[in-house]
């Protein structure tokens, strides 16, 4: 088994940031990425944020473009969330995942990781 293990989070003010953290333990795990989904009450669990090792691409979600960063640690299966000028909107629970396969369409989907974390809450009030 692999455990993710998110820190970082907690209540900051609108308009500030936040980092969150992300490592892997366990059983030896090649990844091909890490990606960061939040989850708010009473909806459904979103992609934020991904990290593909091949390259080194990232990719966001539309409405945390230019306020998030996505970076990581291939080696040691680590991955980092730095959020800016953060928003009420952006109150959620935040959720790392980790997957062995690259899918190039569907990483915007949680059915393509293959472990998550526990998630830790972010409050952003207003």
């Known amino acids: 088994q692999v455990q993710l293990v998110e820190s970082g989070g907690g209540l900051v003010q609108a308009g500030g940031s936040l980092r969150l953290s992300c490592a892997a333990s366990?059983?030896?795990?090649?990844?091909?990425?890490m990606g960061w989904f939040r989850q708010a009450p009473g909806k459904e669990r979103e992609f934020v944020a991904a990290i593909r090792w091949s390259g080194r691409n990232t990719y966001y979600t539309d409405f945390v473009k230019g306020r998030f960063t996505i970076s990581g640690d291939n080696d040691k299966n680590t991955v980092y969330l730095q959020m800016n000028s953060l928003k009420p909107e952006d109150t959620a629970v935040y959720y790392c995942?980790?997957?062995?396969?690259?899918?190039?369409?569907?990483?915007?989907?949680?059915?393509?990781?293959?472990?998550w974390g526990q998630g830790t809450q972010v409050t952003v009030s207003s």
């Open positions: 995942a980790i997957t062995r396969l690259w899918y190039s369409v569907s990483y915007v989907s949680a059915s393509s990781y293959d472990y």
């Open positions: 366990g059983r030896a795990f090649s990844s091909a990425a």
